[in-house]
């Protein structure tokens, strides 16, 4: 309908231009207009195809802490992603290719850093998504934090969405994983009312590895003041498209990727789905894949 009636517009237009005008128009714009149409068309594919290539990000993290038993020399290895923004635009059937490729790293424990759901639960629930979760192979689980958007998409039904998936959220609070670390979630900001990070971490044995998972990377002068070994935020998308990008680099000091604080090592993801539209242009989807180990 829309088109018809875009039609039905350029064709009254014509209709009362003057017929030396539209030959004018015709001979002098048409070919930049053609140009201008293939351009937009041509950057808005590369920025589909640009968006379907998901980046491995490799990150080796050396850590002064052990991890569990001080005689293992295997590192753990966590897949860490963010901003999967599951819904309408992102269906079932993208997930699970996700969720082959989580597969492939062998994982130790996969790491959620917020927005799972994009804004709404329902499609999540009539797909059943919280199946493909099951499929996801990480022998120590898969933990989460809130985004912005599971408040968006209803916290009630984004809670009951969690469990159904079988994943472990922490909401302000911290769990010890196999006797050898905590992994520690906060909630959003969107709770106005969340627990300062050190009332989280200040009854924990500091003598163990403290991961975080917050959505928002806001003050990462915290995590270095508190301990934190290693903290896994996304939320910023990097901008997704460029300019926007010069934007979320101005508003966080860091919007996507690696930063070191002290001992604390910090990594903003630019998130492994999207919001909107299916494209990227100067940014990336991505899965980051972590083997954390003890430095000698």
Known sequence: MAVKDLFGLTNRL??????????????????GLGFMVGFITL????????YQWKVRVELPVQIYKTLGDSTSVKPLRIVAISDLHLGYGIGKKEFEEWVNTINAEKPDIVLIAGDIIDNSVRPLNEGNFAESFHKIKAPLGIYACLGNHEFISGLKNSL?????????????TAELVDNSFYVIG????????????????DSLDKSKPLILLDHQPYNLEETEAYGIDLQISGHTHQGQVWPISAITNAIYEKDHGFVK????NIYVSSGIGIWGGKFRIGTQSEYVVIDLKTKE
């Open 186 to 201: 906060r909630d959003d900001r969107s709770n106005k009312w969340r627990k300062p990070l050190n009332a989280l971490v």
């Open 261 to 264: 604080k002290g001992n604390a």
């Open 160 to 172: 009951d969405f969690y469990e159904k998936a079988g994943i472990h959220l922490l909401r302000d």
């Open 14 to 31: 014509l209709h009362f231009m003057p017929s030396d005008a539209i030959t004018r128009y015709t001979k002098e714009n048409w070919v």
């Open 43 to 50: 950057l808005m594919i590369c920025g589909y195809l640009k």
